[in-house]
């Protein structure tokens, strides 16, 4: 069984920096393309970055130049550093990825930033 677990999220300040980490079970991790996601309060789920199982990465607008999404395939963890915090960067953040089983997306559970001053 697939399992995702977030860690790092926590309360800055504006211009502050977190970063988040999703450590994965059930999967041959090397082999999966993982996301970063984020829910604001009464916002729909957005996508923040994407890394695939060669490196290749890919950002949100509002990442670029902020945030840094990496990848430990012997650690079987991700990783998004988020630089430049700012308080519209509030939300839950999770990490997802595909399951090649069933073809169903796998939610964490979620790791909440919050970002105020």
């Known amino acids: 069984q697939v399992h995702l677990v977030e860690f790092g999220g926590g309360s800055v300040q504006p211009g502050g920096s977190l970063n988040l980490s999703c450590a994965a079970s059930?999967?041959?991790?090397?082999?999966?393309?993982l996301d970063w996601y984020r829910q604001a309060p009464g916002k729909q789920r957005d996508l923040v970055a994407t890394?695939?199982?060669?490196?290749?990465?890919n950002y949100a607008d509002f990442a670029k130049g902020r945030f840094t999404i990496s990848r430990d395939n012997r650690e079987r963890t991700m990783y998004l550093q988020m630089n430049s915090l700012r308080p519209d960067d509030t939300a839950d953040y999770y990490c997802?990825?595909?399951?090649?089983?069933?073809?169903?997306?796998?939610w964490g559970q979620g790791t909440l930033v919050i970002v105020s001053s």
């Open positions: 997802s990825t595909i399951s090649r089983a069933t073809g169903a997306r796998i």
């Open positions: 890394i695939t199982a060669t490196g290749d990465t």
């Open positions: 059930g999967i041959f991790f090397s082999l999966y393309t």
